[in-house]
């Protein structure tokens, strides 16, 4: 039995996440929504301690965060320009997932592994939402490690943070290629 995927290596040789400002109208529905979470679901999970949950924002909840954003800036001491770009994701938004990271206490499991969990669960629903032909794009900024925002925003407990914010909806313009690294000079070969 062959275990080979062509096509799933090819898509990931060209995946590309789509700026969140060229997402428009219409974001997955709830239905087309769930196979991406289950596949993100599938992420290594060391201890199979689940340690991330999924918020999933709806259109009238971004312009709530989009409100929040600025009032949560001005209470840091934010820019205005720094205000503006944070709650640019919220007020030109369809559709986020915030991947919530939730540290369990565990004697077995660090807890820099259940942040790696979190992380790849990001970069699964992100993967799976543009395999399923939907623009997509990983965010995060200064609001998703502000306390305040968090639990007003979000109602996270004191044991959650947000590890990202995954924004899918319809591809609006196709972004150019992007320099990518040098895989030579970041790779080292151990062989004794």
């Known amino acids: 039995m062959s275990l080979k995927n062509p096509a799933a290596l090819e898509f990931l040789l060209t995946r590309r996440s789509r700026p969140a400002k060229t997402l428009v109208a219409p974001a997955p529905t709830r239905e087309e929504l769930m196979p991406l979470l289950t596949a993100a679901a599938r992420s290594p999970d060391h201890g199979k301690l689940e340690p991330w949950r999924f918020i999933v924002i709806e259109r009238a909840a971004m312009q709530r965060l989009a409100g929040l954003t600025e009032t949560c800036g001005q209470a840091l001491g934010k820019s205005a320009e720094d205000i503006a ?9 369809q559709l986020a997932v915030a991947v919530v990271e ?10 820099i592994e259940q942040t790696y969990s979190a992380g790849a669960v990001c970069l699964a629903l992100l993967n799976a939402a543009l395999a399923a032909g939907w623009g997509a794009n990983w965010l995060s900024g200064w609001q998703s490690h502000d306390r305040s925002f968090c639990e007003q925003g979000l109602g996270l407990a004191e044991n959650e943070k947000i590890a990202g914010f995954i924004h899918i909806a319809t ?3 196709a972004p150019p290629e992007r ?3 040098d895989i030579a000079a970041l790779t080292q070969w151990v062989s004794e």
């Open 85 to 93: 770009k944070a709650r640019n994701q919220f007020d030109m938004g």
């Open 102 to 111: 939730i540290r369990k206490p565990s004697d077995k499991i660090p807890a």
């Open 171 to 173: 591809e609006g313009k």
């Open 179 to 181: 320099p990518r690294p």
